[in-house]
């Protein structure tokens, strides 16, 4: 009986080995990365989902702290970062030597010039790297479609940038920005949370204080966002404004702390926290109105066809029920007095993508990547080391106007 | 023991300017220079797997599903699992004993075999993806082949008037065999109909769902709703309930070798099996660069001289004779020159085939002196390494002209060294006290007298930059 048990353990211990490991890259394919200032997509070139997220920090190899790589202080300590996470990414997830491999890094256009060239002396000077392509994140965002019109809002976690494409060709007059995303929400939940432990009378030793709130780590308030919090419609919205004591809040509950201790989340913390994608700051600005200002900006016929190809990428995107919200304050700002007489347009129209948001511009990096045209693009190691720049337009030296 | 040498009290500084504790180094003994894990290229030599050290030299892994409940139980690493047997009709499922999972609840079929291939899973959205790449690939392809023709030739071809006079005058053979070519080629990529792919581009859609009631209404179940690590493990669906996550690939692990940028000589190889701790080939700064540890020092004060006792002690398997030095003046060209730039072309004989490696710059970390340490002048000689010496009380032979007033003991590969410290007058109190020097060794090569017979052992110096954290300074009231 127990050698038939045995047996039947290590028949199945064999079963439990699925077939298929990508770890291991082929010769032709490569690396895409998409360096967010959250979470890091990685993949390999031409498949459809990344083979992971990882949190955008390291380790500091001075100080043993983690650290976000976005927290730099110039560029040799983004090196040191860089060297670390690429190193991790490549012999920890992949599980192979970065050298002579292909890489694509999906950057947004407004990444800063000493970014991408600390990044391409990593890539190539430390880890001799084959070949590299910085592509920018809007535009491919569009490969995932099929289209080339676009006006592409990537809301992403410290903020949200708006670049309109027409034709493939990108906009660049009219990009807009503006520094909400998942980091200004999270610190609205911190406040809101503080005000809610504030207000109780009695306190409760089940119960989280106002120190605890102010210490609690970034992931306890990513969570709740995620599991808890939603974008509430435009008519709730304007009733919990107006205090209608008919307004019925969504339920409360009790988030569990290691410490043994409860967080107490609100039904109004829950259906407000995504407000401040939405509040007008003080220069009257949110995301709606992002994307009506870049309307403006652009030329007559280009007005249409943009404001009917509306693509909503970055994580923050994916909250529930922010298409939808976003509509609605698209459509009631067009009626009112600052767009009116500017604007002529009927309808906005989004995208569906085939994929989750929050790697859209890496599936579109990995489509890309996977067609000739990355040979022709890339730049290859030797023109690299010969004269140590990474193409960009504002470089004379390779963007000279051809006669 | 290796608590002791990673301690960061001694510190060195590598060729490429960073700098680590000793047994953190490598010691390239073809190139006689240190180098550390910044200057090193990494390699990958075999894969395993990390919780059943099976070498997975077959292509598979292990699968865990993504689910934990939240705060209470680990994730489980195997889920062990169980058979379901009808007499007649054996079906087999998958079941976690840990949180009591079974492949049933994410709706993946029973298999016939216990080690049945489980199905893998593909992405939903597949088969429009497809769609999009092949489209992408023939746009690439014809880019491609654009390439090819010059653009601008024909457009000069174009320009010229001579193709009106084609008819009046004729062309020359070879002249019209070109340019059919060249037209053909035009023509083929820009419309033929066979090459074309097109692709139906996503239709926006203005209908979008509003927000579900269930967010007003439903409780908040948090066991039920998964954490953003276990959706990111099934990137495509990020499922937002428990009761969609699907077992994943379980990561595998790596063995690392290090080599040598310059000379591409292995400095560190490990073996291939997963379960040894063996190495091929380990070059460790430990086993080739004298070690120095402090012993005692008499309390610290600002501009007073202290006493220092430092042993050093030689790992080495053979004999070395080491100088101290002051360190040259900062950024000084001696100073520059010891952190060699790595960047180095090699010609081979042949001329034919021109290598560039190593292109990293060095990367120099600053460091402050607090302290003035008064290095003897003397020579020392230091005797190889001997395990079985080590524990012989009796052995005894002090035949080194030492001068008692540096040399207070010695015993086998291992010496004490008393120096004279004078912090700097102007450090305060509780403040660290470094103080730097230039260690020049002599490093025996054993391996040229192997390799060409008979030949006497080369002694190359050695230059180590040595960094010490003596310790705090203290008060002089207290004593």
């Not at chain 1, 992949?94 to 800063?112: A, M, N, Q, Y």
């Not at chain 1, 767009?339 to 347009?345: E, H, N, R, V």
């Amino acid at each position: 009986m127990e050698s038939e048990v045995k047996k039947s353990m290590t028949e199945a211990r064999k079963s439990l080995k699925l077939p298929v490991y990508e770890g291991l890259l082929a010769e032709k394919t490569g690396v895409v990365l998409d360096i967010g200032t959250k979470y890091t997509k990685y993949g390999i070139f031409g498949s459809f989902q990344p083979k992971g997220f990882v949190m955008s920090q390291v380790k500091d190899p001075h100080t043993g702290k983690v650290r976000s790589l976005y927290d730099y202080k110039d560029a040799d300590d983004l090196y040191a970062l860089l060297i670390e996470f690429i190193r991790k990414i490549f012999f920890k997830y992949f599980v192979t030597s970065p050298k002579d491999k292909r890489i694509v890094v999906v950057e947004s256009v407004l990444t800063p010039t000493v970014w991408r060239n600390t990044l391409a002396k990593v890539l190539f000077k430390h880890f001799e790297v084959l070949s590299l392509l910085y592509l920018p994140s809007h535009l491919v965002s569009l490969c995932t479609l099929g289209i080339n019109t676009g006006l592409v809002l990537d809301i992403g976690y410290t903020e949200a940038t708006l670049l309109p494409i027409f034709e493939g060709v990108p906009v660049l007059c009219a990009w807009k920005d503006l520094s909400i995303g998942g980091k200004s929400v999270e610190s609205h939940i911190r406040t809101l949370l503080k005000n809610e432990v504030e207000s109780q009378e009695t306190p409760n030793p089940h119960l989280v204080t106002v120190e605890d709130i102010e210490n609690l780590s970034e992931s306890i308030l990513e969570d709740i966002k995620v599991c808890s919090c939603f974008v509430t419609t435009k008519e709730r919205h304007d009733e919990i404004l107006e205090n209608n004591p008919d307004h019925k809040y969504p339920n409360n509950f009790l988030y569990p702390l290691k410490s043994g201790k409860k967080i107490p989340v609100s039904g109004l913390l829950r259906e407000t926290a995504f407000e401040v994608l939405f509040d007008l700051d003080l220069d009257m600005l949110n995301i709606a109105t992002m994307i009506l200002d870049s309307l403006v900006c652009v030329s007559r016929d280009m007005k249409k066809p943009l404001a009917e190809n509306i693509l909503l990428t970055g994580g923050t995107s994916m909250t529930p029920g922010l298409k939808y919200r976003l509509l609605q304050e698209l459509r009631a700002l067009l009626e009112s007095s600052a767009y009116k007489d500017k604007l002529f347009i009927k309808n906005f129209k989004f995208h569906e993508f085939p994929a989750k948001e929050n790697y859209v511009a890496w599936l579109g990096g990995a489509i890309f990547a996977a067609t000739e045209s990355y040979n022709k693009r890339a730049i290859q190691k030797d023109a690299y080391l010969n004269n140590n720049i990474i193409p960009d337009w504002c470089n004379l030296s390779v963007n000279l106007p051809s006669g | 023991m290796a608590f002791l040498a990673q301690q960061e009290a001694v510190i060195i500084a590598c060729t490429c300017g960073s700098l680590k504790p000793v047994c953190r180094t490598y010691f390239c003994r073809h190139c006689f220079v240190i180098r550390c894990g910044n200057c090193v290229s990494n390699e990958v030599d075999s894969i395993y797997c990390a919780f059943c050290l099976d070498n997975v030299t077959c292509e598979h892994s292990l699968s865990v599903r993504s689910h934990t409940v939240r705060e209470t139980t680990p994730q489980p690493q195997q889920p062990p699992v169980s058979k379901h047997a009808t007499p007649s009709n054996r079906a087999y499922y998958l079941a976690c004993f840990f949180c009591r999972w079974t492949s049933r609840d994410s709706n993946i079929p029973d298999q016939k075999t216990a080690s049945g291939s489980w199905p893998e899973r593909s992405n939903t959205h597949s088969t429009r993806l497809n769609v999009l790449l092949d489209y992408y690939k023939s746009i690439g392809a014809l880019e491609k082949s654009n390439i090819n023709i010059d653009h601008q030739s024909y457009m000069k071809y174009l320009r010229k008037p001579t193709h009106l006079l084609e008819d009046q005058f004729g062309f020359s053979a070879n002249v019209r065999k070109q340019k059919v070519e060249l037209l053909k080629k035009k023509n083929l990529i820009l419309t033929d109909p066979h090459s074309k792919i097109t692709v139906e581009g996503s239709v926006p859609t203005d209908e979008i769902e509003p927000l579900s009631e269930d967010f007003i209404t439903k409780e908040i179940d948090l066991l039920s709703i998964p954490k953003l690590e276990q959706r990111f493990n099934i990137s495509d669906l990020q499922p937002d309930h428990v009761s969609q996550l699907m077992p994943y690939h379980k990561r595998l692990m790596v063995k690392q070798s290090q080599r040598c940028r310059e000379c591409e000589h292995n400095v560190c190889k490990p073996e291939y099996n997963p379960s040894s701790i063996k190495f091929k080939i380990q070059l460790s700064g430990y086993f080739c660069i004298p070690e120095i540890r402090i012993i005692s020092y008499t309390p610290l004060i600002a501009g007073q001289v202290s006493e220092i006792t430092f042993k050093i002690c030689n790992q080495f398997k053979e004999s070395t004779t080491i100088k101290f030095k002051q360190l040259p003046p900062k950024n000084s060209e001696e100073d520059l020159s010891y952190y060699k730039t790595l960047k180095k072309e090699i010609l081979l004989t042949d001329n034919l085939h021109k290598s560039t490696i190593l292109m990293e710059e060095a990367r120099i970390q600053e460091v402050t002196t607090t302290g003035q340490l008064d290095l003897p002048k003397c020579e020392l000689v230091l005797p190889p390494r001997d395990d079985a010496a080590d524990c012989d009380d009796l052995a005894d032979n002090q035949n080194y002209n030492d001068d008692p007033k540096i040399v207070i003991w010695r015993k086998c590969n291992k010496v004490g060294v008393r120096m004279q410290i004078t912090p700097n007058p102007d450090l305060t109190v509780g403040s660290m006290v470094k103080v730097g020097f230039l260690l020049n060794f002599t490093y025996t090569n054993t391996l040229s007298s192997t390799l060409e017979n008979k030949q006497a052992p080369q002694i190359i110096p050695v230059d180590v930059k040595m960094f010490i954290d003596v310790g705090v300074l203290s008060d002089e009231t207290e004593k």
